[in-house]
Structure formats: structure tokens, C-alpha cells
């Protein structure tokens, strides 16, 4: 989807950035940082990610994953019933999905 859609996506060069943020955001709280602009001084980036086809084509190609979408959930639906919210199968409706 980022090829379709996206904005540039960065990668940064450290593996733990859960436990980095974590640190960044506590350093920031008990004021080690003055503010995020400081902390973003100390990223590294190790790759960027760009969209990699043009504008028109990703419209094009966007139109008709939902037209795909849409006809997948035809697809799944009880006869009689209109197309609405996605829910999983639960109970009841578990047992008769199970016998067909």
C-alpha cells in the first residue's frame, strides 16, 4: 500500500525502537529533553521508502482493490442479506458455517 498510497516511509538504524522511544519519551517527561525536536537530532535513518509508481497509475490500481473488496464481501454474505459491517463468526452462526 505505500507503493499506492504512502507517504516516504523511514526506517531508522537502530533494531529497538519500541524500548528507544520509551527511553526518549521518559527522558522527555523528566526533562533530559527539552522537547522532540531534540530527540529527533539523535535518529539515524538506515533506509527511506518512497511511493514507487505514478499518481494516476496508483488511482487506477486503488479503484479496483475496492472494486475487489466489495465483491469479496458479496462473496461471504448470507442470501437475502445487503452488504454491511465486517464481524466475526460467533456462536450460533459458527455451528451453521461449520455444517455447510
Known amino acids: 500500500m505505500l ?6 516511509l523511514t526506517r531508522l538504524q537502530l533494531p ?8 526518549f519519551l521518559a527522558g522527555l517527561a523528566v526533562g ?13 535513518v538506515d533506509k527511506e ?8 497509475e496508483a488511482e487506477n490500481l486503488c479503484g479496483r482493490w475496492h472494486k475487489a473488496l466489495g465483491r469479496a464481501k458479496a462473496w461471504s454474505e448470507p442470501e437475502g442479506k445487503s452488504a454491511g ?7 450460533k ?5 461449520a455444517e455447510k
Open 85 to 91: 459491517a465486517c464481524r466475526p463468526l460467533a456462536g
Open 16 to 23: 529497538f525502537r519500541t524500548v528507544e522511544g520509551a527511553a
Open 32 to 44: 533530559f529533553w527539552k522537547n522532540l525536536e531534540e530527540i529527533e537530532t539523535r535518529w539515524k
Open 3 to 8: 507503493a499506492l498510497r504512502g507517504p516516504v
Open 93 to 97: 452462526d459458527m455451528e451453521r458455517n
Open 49 to 56: 521508502f518512497h511511493p514507487g509508481i505514478a499518481k494516476k
